[in-house]
């Protein structure tokens, strides 16, 4: 089955990084647009960056334009988001996400697969 497993989260002040990795299996990865949401405590999942399938495209929302990069290593199966510049806004749970698109898109009602997420917390 298809399993998509986050890590590299953890706890950071602000202004500092963090490189979150999503290892995806059972699903023929570089056919797959991956993404990034995260959800914060009483709040609703949110779009965070998506990337095509050859990594070719990437995408990012307002909030984290310019302090994160999403990345992905077809060969390794694996996705990535540096972080840089961290807020304490930024603190959440991460969840990496697969949808078999050519185009990704920031909803999170198209992705096909998810993992588990992974916690950031970011301290003032």
């Known amino acids: 089955q298809v399993q998509l497993v986050e890590s590299g989260g953890g706890l950071v002040q602000a202004g500092g990084s963090l490189r979150l990795s999503c290892a995806a299996s059972?699903?023929?990865?570089?056919?797959?647009?991956m993404g990034w949401f995260r959800q914060a405590p009483g709040k609703e999942r949110e779009f965070v960056a998506a990337?095509?399938?050859?990594?070719?495209?990437?995408y990012y929302a307002d909030s984290v334009k310019g302090r994160f990069t999403i990345s992905r290593d077809n060969a390794k199966n694996t996705v990535y988001l540096q972080m840089d510049s961290l807020k304490p806004e930024d603190t959440a749970v991460y969840f990496c996400?697969?949808?078999?698109?050519?185009?990704?898109?920031?909803?999170?009602?198209?992705?096909?697969?998810w993992g588990q997420g992974t916690q950031v917390t970011v301290s003032s």
């Open positions: 996400a697969a949808v078999r698109v050519l185009q990704p898109t920031r909803s999170q009602y198209q992705y096909d697969y």
């Open positions: 990337i095509t399938w050859s990594g070719d495209f990437t």
């Open positions: 059972g699903l023929t990865f570089s056919d797959y647009a």
